[in-house]
């Protein structure tokens, strides 16, 4: 028999099932916050066609988009985020934004960028999106979902970035280079990838001379609790940079009113996202004791929709990286104990008690309690050791002598001690020991 040697190509993995409890952990939290702040569900198909893809990222980006080799290789492509496939479900169904569409979709992206920490080819985005208003009150929401989504993971020191590109705009103008604004946000957007000398040697040789990059890097330095008032005296009335500044200024106002923690977020004048469809406030969130990278990225994209039915519609969201939360969650000690959605292993002591095991199993699923069954007893020993490996809490020992007394005995897998209880009693003894955290 020939057999295949069993693989799988760098930067794609299988998710195991412990592994698909944690994901299962930290998504359904996301949907419960997005439901609860108004978002309602979206799917888009993984693939598109390539020209709704290509044109909106920028070059660098652009060159990771997997092309599918279907007739030309330029037909079909895998979706790259799910920011451009909204816009072209927006430009499909316009009607829906009436006055406002706010959308939340968690599925599947692809990009063929290089392994690394952090960084794989096939990730989940959980994402955010607002469409129809230009109201700062959206970024100020989406910025406090944010907040409480990573106060709820348990994360107490990280930090959520924001700037704006009309700032960034206002940046070049002072420098000298109005136009150069993407091709400035795309190297400014590796400084904490590849540090500032190389920054500046990468906006060098993008024709961008020395005095120049001094005064980009003069305004991208700036911090402070009072960076607004700074950005203010160093680039106001230059380009957009007035309206950036208010703008943060009307977000950070509404924080405040929603008692978001001053130390939970800072303004920085550094942040670029090296996206081209964004078009006014951009966020991320870094966790720094992961050293892992953004976990959370957004901003407002007014000008991506109007690609599509030839006028512009403004929206704003933010990604959850699925991959890169779970990741910091696991580095920190941040994910759940829980192994196994299984609460309770019916454990016979032969195959004879089996039928009334059976009937055992059955009442606890019809009492809405996560239960499986050994299907073929030898041991105990075995049987215990299976539960063990799967981090299942408690066992139902069901065996002859405590039948014939009408008792069954429920097992703590943690603490190995048992207790007797009456047939009768025992799925509601059972459910106040799950609803105690499984202790006696």
């Not at 592994?19 to 309602?40: C, S």
């Amino acid at each position: 028999m020939t057999t295949i040697q069993p693989r799988l190509y760098s930067g794609l993995r299988d998710r195991l099932p412990e592994q698909m409890v944690y994901r299962n952990h930290v998504i359904d939290k996301l949907r419960r916050v997005f439901e609860k702040y108004g978002f309602e569900p979206l799917e888009t198909p993984a693939m598109e066609y390539y020209d709704i893809l290509t044109g909106k990222y920028g070059q660098e980006a652009e060159n990771l988009i997997y092309r599918l080799a279907y007739r030309d290789g330029k037909t079909l492509a895998l979706r790259y985020d799910l920011t451009v496939p909204l816009a072209r479900t927006i430009g499909m169904n316009a009607e829906i934004v009436r006055p406002i569409f706010k959308r939340y979709q968690i599925q599947q992206v692809w990009r063929g960028e290089r392994p690394q920490k952090g960084r794989y080819r096939e990730f989940t985005q959980c994402d955010i999106d607002a469409v129809g208003s230009q109201s700062m009150l959206v970024e100020a929401e989406i910025l406090t979902i944010i907040d409480e989504m990573m106060t709820d993971f348990g994360f107490t020191d990280f930090q959520i970035l924001i700037n704006n590109r009309k700032i960034l705009d206002g940046m070049v103008a002072y420098a000298g280079v109005p136009d150069q604004l993407r091709t400035v946000c795309r190297s400014i957007d590796k400084l904490d990838k590849i540090g500032e000398d190389k920054v500046k040697t990468e906006l060098s040789q993008n024709g961008i001379g020395t005095q120049t990059i001094d005064k980009i890097f003069e305004v991208i330095s700036l911090s402070g609790t009072d960076v607004l008032d700074q950005l203010e005296q160093v680039a106001g009335g230059h380009g957009q940079a007035d309206a950036g500044i208010n703008e943060l200024r009307e977000i950070e106002q509404t924080l405040n009113t929603f008692e978001v923690p001053t130390n939970h977020y800072q303004f920085e004048p550094a942040l670029a996202r090296g996206l081209d469809y964004y078009t006014g406030p951009i966020f991320e969130v870094v966790v720094r004791e992961a050293e892992i990278g953004s976990v959370v990225g957004g901003g407002r994209w007014d000008t991506l929709i109007g690609q599509y039915i030839g006028r512009d519609i403004p929206a704003v969201g933010t990604s959850f990286g699925l991959e890169r939360l779970i990741d910091a969650m696991k580095k920190l000690n941040l994910l759940p104990q829980v192994k196994t959605h299984t609460q309770v292993l019916v454990a016979p002591y032969n195959q004879e008690v089996m039928p009334e095991a059976l009937k055992q199993l059955a009442q606890l699923r019809r009492a809405g309690i996560n239960a499986e069954i050994y299907l073929e007893p030898k041991s105990f020993r075995q049987t215990f050791g299976y539960a063990s490996r799967k981090g299942i809490p408690l066992a139902l020992v069901v065996a002859p002598d405590e039948l014939k007394r009408n008792e069954i005995a429920i097992r703590n897998m943690n603490t190995r001690q048992q207790i007797i209880c009456s047939l009768d009693q025992y799925v509601e003894q059972i459910r106040s020991l799950l609803q105690a955290g499984e202790t006696f």
